[in-house]
């Protein structure tokens, strides 16, 4: 079951869910997410396909970038809550992507490693994608994925989309996964 907000993403307060699941909330992101997140990015090995992790500094900037990304476009990376206790899982949400010199809207996700194989990125890029055609009117979603991250392509497929393209970022093979609204 999915459920997003009547409002358009813009109008809303930070503490209100934007996308609601079965077992998830997605609620928009606040400064005050720092440490949650520093848990990801703190992780080797679920920064194993990003640049390194990320310090408190380099944190803050994505949490900037993400408050941005929300004014700019009325989208950006969410928190993932589980929908009973509240608990911290990760991030999953739509943002702005140059996949090869044109700028696409892509699903994001990045989820705590005591949470993986639960089937939570599926369940919240379904969601997002269900989000980003109905309610945000985008026309295509895009994932670019390093081509050695078998769980993100695994989510991928799951959200039904198909490999598109291939790409090199900073020295990286990458996949564009694609999906057009139907
Ligand atoms: C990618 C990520 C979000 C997946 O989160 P998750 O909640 O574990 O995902 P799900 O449980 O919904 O699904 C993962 C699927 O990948 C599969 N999978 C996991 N590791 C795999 C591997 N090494 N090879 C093949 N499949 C794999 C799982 O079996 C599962 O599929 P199944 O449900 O059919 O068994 C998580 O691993 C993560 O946060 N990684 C670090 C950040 C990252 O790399 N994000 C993606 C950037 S493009």
């Avoid at 392509?153 to 598109?164: D, F, L, P, R, T």
Wanted: hydrophobic residues 35%.
């Amino acid at each position: 079951m999915y459920e997003s907000s009547s409002e358009d993403g813009r109008g809303l307060s930070m503490a209100a869910p934007v996308i609601k699941t079965d077992r998830l909330i997605l609620r928009k992101m606040k400064r005050t997410d720092l440490s949650h997140l520093i848990e990801i990015f703190s992780d080797p090995e679920a920064m194993r396909f990003y640049r390194s992790t990320k310090t408190k500094e380099q944190a803050e900037d994505w949490i900037s970038w993400t408050l941005r990304n929300y004014r700019t476009y009325g989208t950006g990376l969410w928190i993932a809550e589980e929908k009973a206790s509240g608990r911290f899982l990760g991030q999953c949400g739509i943002t702005p992507q140059d996949t090869g010199g044109v700028t696409e809207m892509e699903i994001g996700y990045l989820f705590a490693r005591r949470e993986w194989g639960k089937g939570y990125a599926t369940e919240a890029a379904l969601a997002c994608k269900e989000y980003g055609f109905t309610s945000l009117n985008y026309s295509k979603l895009v994932s670019i994925i390093n081509v050695h991250n078998l769980a993100s392509i695994c989510v991928a497929e799951k959200a039904g989309m198909k490999k598109e393209k291939t790409l090199h970022r900073a020295g990286n093979k990458m996949y564009v996964y694609s999906i057009s609204k139907g």
